[in-house]
Every structure is written in structure tokens, then in C-alpha cells.
């Protein structure tokens, strides 16, 4: 049992993570998920989603170097964390983290579990507070929605459980270990591809934009701003070479899925002045 945990662990915190930021209740957590993995067909937990979430960040992370602006960062948690105590699922199993990637890449990530990262190219190309929260809430929706874990092939993920649910976990050997190390860093690797390199699907992304809508109503923030978003990236599709408008859907198909599913109200015109007010602080980064 320790050697398994052992190799989950190093696979989970792979990367840029030091370990010796791994805290005993992390192999707790893996524990319980190990002993209670009884079936091969059960899902995803919330921990075990968690622990490839933050594995995926750190691959991500030795691609993309950190802002080490710290201000900027501060301010980009506080509207994340704005919308997604608005969302259907407010609290995940290790929370909402929000990073600043320093690159001029327009894009963004949302890891499973939680952790979403947004390059200062994006910030550069949202105009307002509520654009910003616009371009968050589509992350956090992605990460309400399990879109990350989906990506994890199904077979890879049958197969793990299949050798953890077995009554010969308490006596893995070598080859065991080995194989199931195989298998989660295979599981990374599907997330990862699907972050950077492939997008997700079609409808996962009109979902994602629906989703944003309804965070963005919720908490306060326009949701036309996600409208004015998207209308200016389209300006700019047909010059993209990487980035969001690589892995995304055609920007005018999503633009009419917004404008058909616009939420009504009426935004307070106070607040309003009082976010753009502070947002004018970083608009020129």
C-alpha cells in the first residue's frame, strides 16, 4: 500500500511542485481513495480529480512561466472568486486558484478540480472588469462541468481502478506500481493535450459560454460583456496563429449561441463605475 501511494503521489505532484510541499493528509486522501475503490466503474472523485488538477497545472506551468506580479494576481482571484462562489459548485475539494501565466498568448486554462490560469495576452484583450470576469466564468464553468476528467480515457481510467479494487492491493509488486504509475501519467497527458494542444468539444464550449452567463448574472457582473468579448475576438480570428482561437469553435458560432441565450436585468450602474474605476489600475500591463 505505501509503495502505491507512494507512486500516485509522485505522479500527482509532478512537475514544477516541490515535493516537499506534500502533506501527510494528501496520502490520507489517497488512501481512502485507493481502500474505497471497490468497483471499476465508479467515477472521478472530487479529491482524486483534485490531485490530477494540480498535475496538469504543473505540466502547464513548465510550459508557461508565472507572472510574478503579484498585485495583478490578487486582483484576477478577486473576480474569480466572485463568479465562482456564484456557480453550481462553489467550493471544489481544494478550492478556486487563479494564476497569471506571462505570456502574450491570448488563452486560458481551467485544470480539473479548480486551479485556472490566464496568460497576460488574455488580460491584455479584455476591456473592463466584466469582460475579465467573462473570460473566468467560461473557465469556471468548464471546471463545474468535469470537462478536464472527461478528457481521461475511459479505458485508461477502467483499467486503474480494475488494479486498485483488487483484493491483491495490500501486496502490489513493482510491476503493479509501475503500471499504475503508467496509467495516471497517461491520464495527465490526455487533460494536458486537451487544455493545449486539442480544445474541448463543440458543445462543451457552448455549455462553458451559457454557464458564464449565468455566473456572470448571478454575481453581479454584465453579461453582455461576454457578448463584447467574443465580438472582438472574431475581429481578430482570421489573423490567430495559437492560443484560444486555435483550440475553441468558430468565434461567430459561439457569438450566436451567447446572443440567443442572453440573460435579462439590468446591471447596477454604480457598481459598474466602481469596477471600471478599478480595472483601469491594470488595463495597461
Same mark, same amino acid.
Given at each position: 500500500?505505501?509503495?502505491?501511494?507512494?507512486?500516485?503521489?509522485? #505522479?500527482?505532484?509532478?512537475?514544477?511542485?516541490?515535493?516537499?510541499?506534500?502533506?501527510?493528509?494528501?496520502?490520507?486522501?489517497?488512501?481512502?481513495?485507493?481502500?474505497?475503490?471497490?468497483?471499476?466503474?465508479?467515477?472521478?472523485?472530487?479529491?482524486?480529480?483534485?490531485?490530477?488538477?494540480?498535475?496538469?497545472? *504543473?505540466?502547464?506551468?513548465?510550459?508557461?512561466?508565472?507572472?510574478?506580479?503579484?498585485?495583478?494576481?490578487?486582483?484576477?482571484?478577486?473576480?474569480?472568486?466572485?463568479?465562482?462562489?456564484?456557480?453550481?459548485?462553489?467550493?471544489?475539494? !481544494?478550492?478556486?486558484?487563479?494564476?497569471?501565466?506571462?505570456?502574450?498568448?491570448?488563452?486560458?486554462?481551467?485544470?480539473?478540480?479548480?486551479?485556472? @490560469?490566464?496568460?497576460?495576452?488574455?488580460?491584455?484583450?479584455?476591456?473592463?472588469?466584466?469582460? @475579465?470576469?467573462?473570460?473566468?466564468?467560461?473557465e469556471v464553468g468548464h471546471i463545474n462541468h468535469r470537462d478536464g476528467i472527461?478528457?481521461?480515457?475511459?479505458?485508461?481510467?477502467?483499467?486503474?481502478?480494475?488494479?486498485?479494487?483488487?483484493?491483491?492491493?495490500?501486496?502490489?509488486?513493482?510491476?503493479?506500481?509501475?503500471?499504475?504509475?503508467?496509467?495516471?501519467?497517461?491520464?495527465?497527458?490526455?487533460?494536458?493535450?486537451?487544455?493545449?494542444?486539442?480544445?474541448?468539444?463543440?458543445?462543451?464550449?457552448?455549455?462553458?459560454? @451559457? *454557464?458564464?452567463?449565468?455566473?456572470?448574472? *448571478?454575481?453581479?457582473?454584465?453579461?453582455?460583456?461576454?457578448?463584447?468579448?467574443?465580438?472582438?475576438?472574431?475581429?481578430?480570428?482570421?489573423?490567430? #496563429?495559437? !492560443?484560444? @482561437?486555435?483550440?475553441?469553435?468558430?468565434?461567430?458560432?459561439?457569438?450566436?449561441?451567447?446572443?440567443?441565450?442572453?440573460?435579462? !436585468?439590468?446591471?447596477?450602474?454604480?457598481?459598474?463605475?466602481?469596477?471600471?474605476?478599478?480595472?483601469?489600475?491594470?488595463?495597461?500591463?
Open positions: 500500500m505505501k509503495k502505491i501511494l507512494f507512486a500516485i503521489g509522485v #505522479t500527482f505532484f509532478l512537475g514544477g511542485c516541490n515535493l516537499k510541499e506534500i502533506r501527510m493528509e494528501h496520502f490520507d486522501m489517497l488512501a481512502k481513495s485507493v481502500t474505497a475503490a471497490s468497483t471499476a466503474a465508479r467515477p472521478i472523485s472530487d479529491s482524486e480529480e483534485y490531485y490530477v488538477g494540480r498535475a496538469v497545472a *504543473a505540466r502547464i506551468l513548465g510550459r508557461y512561466p508565472v507572472s510574478g506580479n503579484r498585485e495583478l494576481t490578487g486582483y484576477v482571484n478577486m473576480v474569480g472568486q466572485a463568479v465562482s462562489a456564484n456557480s453550481e459548485k462553489p467550493n471544489t475539494f !481544494g478550492g478556486y486558484h487563479f494564476a497569471v501565466l506571462d505570456s502574450a498568448e491570448v488563452n486560458a486554462f481551467a485544470c480539473p478540480g479548480g486551479t485556472i @490560469l490566464v496568460t497576460v495576452g488574455m488580460l491584455r484583450s479584455v476591456r473592463s472588469e466584466d469582460e @475579465l470576469a467573462a473570460v473566468l466564468a467560461h472527461a478528457a481521461i480515457s475511459k479505458s485508461r481510467w477502467t483499467e486503474a481502478l480494475t488494479i486498485i479494487g483488487t483484493e491483491a492491493a495490500k501486496t502490489y509488486g513493482s510491476e503493479q506500481v509501475a503500471r499504475l504509475t503508467t496509467i495516471f501519467e497517461g491520464s495527465i497527458d490526455d487533460v494536458f493535450k486537451t487544455l493545449v494542444v486539442n480544445g474541448y468539444g463543440r458543445s462543451q464550449e457552448y455549455d462553458a459560454d @451559457l *454557464a458564464s452567463l449565468r455566473y456572470l448574472a *448571478a454575481a453581479g457582473y454584465d453579461p453582455k460583456a461576454m457578448e463584447s468579448f467574443l465580438e472582438r475576438l472574431a475581429a481578430t480570428e482570421h489573423a490567430a #496563429t495559437g !492560443g484560444i @482561437l486555435k483550440t475553441h469553435p468558430g468565434t461567430g458560432d459561439r457569438l450566436e449561441n451567447v446572443r440567443n441565450n442572453m440573460p435579462a !436585468g439590468r446591471v447596477n450602474p454604480a457598481a459598474k463605475q466602481q469596477r471600471d474605476s478599478r480595472f483601469a489600475g491594470f488595463s495597461m500591463l
